[in-house]
């Protein structure tokens, strides 16, 4: 299987959006994606471009208070579609993981998984299909490094 990587910079959270946007066109139910990023990278500006071309009417935000957003939205065949956005950054160890659901929703066929701090849940995170890395520039406030590579289906 050939493995698919690319890489993007982005100068504006706009850009940012439209890299996330361009990216969903890729996804299908059942994927999982991990992000990886400091904070205030711009996970959730990624994952809004792709809510943007699932078309969801919610106002997306980060998770990372609330552990997990969940999104419903539409894909190109009209068919609804649903879309976790989970920050696993509070999580202290695996008895919270049973507590907010996570391998129910990991295991869900139908919804496209977003995972940022994957590290965080130890043994209970399933192979992804997707892992997407933001790399930040001190001296550059805007600027963003986005790599997205292709780790093949987990199933």
């Known amino acids: 299987m050939r493995m698919e990587a ?5 100068y504006s959270e706009e850009e940012t959006r439209s890299i996330g946007k361009r990216f969903a066109e890729k996804l299908s139910a059942g994927d999982i994606i991990t992000l990886a990023g400091d904070l205030g990278a711009g996970k959730t500006e990624f994952v809004r471009g792709v809510c ?4 969801v009417h919610d106002i997306v935000s980060s998770p990372t208070f609330t552990i997990m957003n969940q999104y419903i939205g539409t894909n190109p065949e009209g068919a ?9 950054y509070r999580i202290q160890d695996e008895k919270e993981l049973l ?3 996570f391998s129910e929703c990991m295991s869900d066929e139908n919804v496209i998984k ?3 701090w994957p590290e965080k849940a ?7 299909d997707w892992k997407v890395t933001i790399k930040t ?3 550059q406030e805007e600027e963003r490094q986005i790599h ?7 199933r």
Do not use: C, Q, R, W
């Open 6 to 10: 690319d890489s993007y910079h982005t």
């Open 52 to 55: 943007a071309y699932f078309l």
């Open 80 to 88: 609804e579609i649903a879309l976790y956005h989970i920050d696993l």
């Open 99 to 101: 507590e907010i659901g």
């Open 114 to 116: 977003f995972v940022e």
């Open 122 to 128: 130890g043994t209970g995170m399933p192979e992804t």
């Open 137 to 139: 520039f001190p001296d």
């Open 148 to 154: 997205i590579e292709y780790l093949g289906k987990n």
